[in-house]
């Protein structure tokens, strides 16, 4: 009997991602609003019946390939990182956080479509789900991690900028009691800040706002990294991270035109 639940176990297992790479397929040709589970399933040779056993609705479909691409974003940042560490153990604070914002920039130059569902824009009629917040998180909370390092090494500072509105204060404030209480608000304030314009500059490139203006995109985005930790109080010794330890190999190959056809992706 284990020996027949297993079968059906891997049975499902291997439906299951085909499923999610059919849809994933559809997403790069139709975008997040033409995904359909009726052509899924034709495209599959299966039963619309039989799919909706493994997804009851496009939305619970949608959720699946918004956490895996959530968690694939999330598992390049964080592979970065302890790369990095494994390398040089006593690395500057510069420098694995460069290695995560690279990470994150590489994987969405690599995967435009799957970022385009997590960053794009909002599907009409979709609501996110609790479960999509801590695969969304891990980004994050790797440069935090990278911050309260350097804070509990002593080689944390100010943070850049005027002090904070009182608004502002109160959301870092509770921030810092759920993510990281032993940094100071002013730093939570700024990580989020920095973790927003991370995106933000990778958007610009994915979605093609750089063309004709950036052509040197991972270089034009390492000096904007570091400019970030800065920003945050990490020190960078006023160089790039061009010559603190990460090799030119972290980088992803970089194309100087679009990302895709026009620069522009499907509209969600």
Known sequence: MSAIRGARERARVEITAAIKEEASRQLGAHGPAGLSLRAVARELGMASSALYRYFPSRDDLLTALIIDAYDAVGAAAEEALAAVDRRRPAAEPVDRWVAVCRAARDWAV??????????????????????????????????????????????????????????????????????????????????????????????????????????????FFDQAAVALAAQVGLPTGGEDSRGSGIPDGALAAEAPGPVVAGGVLPAK
């Open 110 to 219: 690599g995967h435009p479509h799957e970022y385009a569902l997590i960053y794009g824009s909002p599907v009409p009629g979709y609501s996110a789900p609790q479960d999509t917040v801590a695969p969304a998180s891990r980004v994050g909370l790797a440069l935090v991690s990278v911050a309260r390092d350097a804070h509990t090494a002593g080689l944390l500072g100010e943070p850049t900028g005027r002090p904070l509105a009182a608004p502002v204060r109160a959301d870092a404030g509770r921030l810092a009691a759920e993510l990281a209480p032993e940094l100071p608000i002013r730093v939570i304030a700024a990580l989020v800040a920095a973790w927003a314009q991370v995106f933000g500059i990778v958007s610009f490139e994915v979605f093609g706002q750089f063309n004709r203006v950036v052509e040197a995109r991972g270089e």
